[in-house]
């Protein structure tokens, strides 16, 4: 096929360099945007009177035809085509003759390109704040479900101090909501049009960035127009904010792991988010899960991949900045399909009520409330730590707990405790007790759920 670009050269590039330079590959999946995006900027050139009103009405019309017949399938992009805006052109000049080449006033692939790319990834990033609303709602879900269920709260993967299941859900919900909040925090600068900086130095037509860019949905304008080609701090942005989601799924895909596990049996994940092993028939693996902590990885390096790009290039727009959609297209992708899986993993998943609770009775993890009980009766902080490991440490000797160790191995550490110890170190009470804003008692577990909830909403 005929380069467009033909002209200062021939035109003629080898078969290796034409597949080396072409990126219809990837970028062939912009074209509702691309066809979008012209259609709005032939309707501008017509407002200015840079098109004649049935010119514009053709291109507008070829511009549709060309989109339903990709739509339906009987159009299928040509690979050979150099890139997405190159094949649409081209195909809308086969249709309508030399009409179609009038499209590519006033503006340039640099800038059409960074137009397709800011429609594309605000649609992708609206798609993505969908499913982690779904995920904390999930999550939620879950924890109003677990405002009874006791289980052990870990620091060093050591058992620490009893607290809700639905204190540890939330702890996720609040991060998942943290990164929506990027997200839309992020959006507003994604959300500004590039179209009619042109190449680099914006054009001496009469045009209308500002209607092109409402025609499209933006907000407002790049406003220099330099700035406007060469930046992608918008995509780097995303997948910052796509990396600190991948972090979160991670660290909970890895306590899946865990609480799954024989070791802990905690949680059963449904069979349908489980696969078996091609040997051993007992097996149940948490494959989903594992993946979901292994695709991390690739989000990771998609940043680095963009960041690297962009350190050492001279303004205004090069070559190189073509690397930025495959990083950032299979990072989307990645975090789409993470984030599908592990909402219905959520949802169906079974908590092991007894499991937990069982585990935080021989974990001594009430050795802090023995503590806090010997300091309301007056004794000092850290004397009152003592006594407790003293008792916890008694407490292995004998082959029992603190809720089990008699009273008078109690007062043979300290004269200040009473029968009324038993009250304050059983471990439903050592969670109510804990209402401090944020903390693991039922009413601040349902605060938090409130809140969140809200949050959803607004």
Not at 32 to 56: C, F, N, V, Y
Not at 257 to 277: H, I, K, M, N, P
Not at 282 to 304: C, F, H, W
Not at 349 to 378: C, W
Request: overall charge negative; glycine content about 6%; proline content about 2%.
């Amino acid at each position: 096929m005929a380069k467009l670009w033909a002209g200062r050269t021939s035109g003629e590039t080898s078969a290796a360099a034409d597949d080396f330079n072409s990126s219809i590959r990837f970028d062939s999946r912009m074209y509702r945007q691309d066809i979008t995006g012209s259609m709005a900027h032939a309707k501008m050139l017509g407002a200015r009177g840079i098109l004649a009103p049935e010119e514009t009405e053709q291109i507008i019309e070829g511009l549709r035809g060309i989109l339903e017949d990709l739509d339906s399938g009987d159009l299928e992009i040509d690979l050979s085509s150099e890139d997405i805006h190159m094949f649409v052109e081209q195909v809308l000049t086969q249709r309508l003759g030399d009409l179609g080449k009038k499209l590519h006033t006033a503006r340039s692939r640099n800038d059409q390109v960074a137009l397709d790319l800011r429609m594309y990834l605000r649609e992708e990033s609206d798609a993505i704040s969908g499913l982690l609303r779904a995920l904390v709602s999930a999550l939620t879900a879950q924890a109003e479900a677990n405002l009874d269920t006791i289980l052990p709260g870990y620091t060093h993967l050591q058992r620490a101090q009893p607290i809700l299941f639905g204190q540890h859900l939330m702890a996720y919900a609040m991060m998942f909501l943290r990164d929506l909040e990027r997200l839309s925090d992020g959006r507003g600068r994604l959300n500004l049009s590039p179209i009619g900086a042109c190449a680099l130095a914006g054009t001496g037509f009469d045009t209308d960035r500002e209607m092109e860019a409402r025609e499209l949905g933006f907000d407002g304008l790049c406003l220099n127009s330099l700035d406007a080609v060469s930046d992608r701090d918008f995509c780097v942005e995303l997948l910052s904010s796509l990396s600190l989601i991948m972090t979160h799924l991670s660290r909970l895909a890895e306590e899946l792991v865990l609480w799954s596990s024989w070791e802990f049996r905690f949680v059963a994940l449904s069979d349908a988010y489980t696969t078996g092993s091609s040997i051993m028939p007992q097996k149940k693996n948490p494959d989903m899960a594992e993946l979901i902590r292994g695709k991390t990885g690739r989000v990771y390096g998609s940043l680095m991949t963009l960041l690297t790009v962009l350190k050492g290039l001279p303004l205004a727009y090069n070559k190189d900045m073509q690397e930025d959609k495959e990083a950032v297209f299979d990072a989307c992708d990645t975090v789409k399909a993470c984030l599908s899986i592990c909402v219905p993993m959520l949802e169906t998943m079974s908590v092991q009520k007894e499991n937990m609770l069982r585990a935080a009775r021989e974990g001594f993890i009430n050795a802090t409330d023995l503590a806090d009980y010997l300091v309301e009766k007056g004794l000092p902080f850290r004397s009152a730590y003592k006594v407790s490991g003293e008792a916890v440490a008694e407490c292995i000797r004998l082959g029992c707990v603190l809720e089990t160790l008699p009273l008078e191995k109690y007062k043979a550490h300290s004269e200040l405790i009473e029968k009324d110890v038993y009250e304050a170190i059983d471990l439903r009470a050592c969670v109510e007790k804990r209402s401090s804003l944020g903390g693991t008692s039922r009413p601040s577990v349902e605060a938090q759920i409130k809140w969140v909830k809200g949050r959803l909403e607004a």
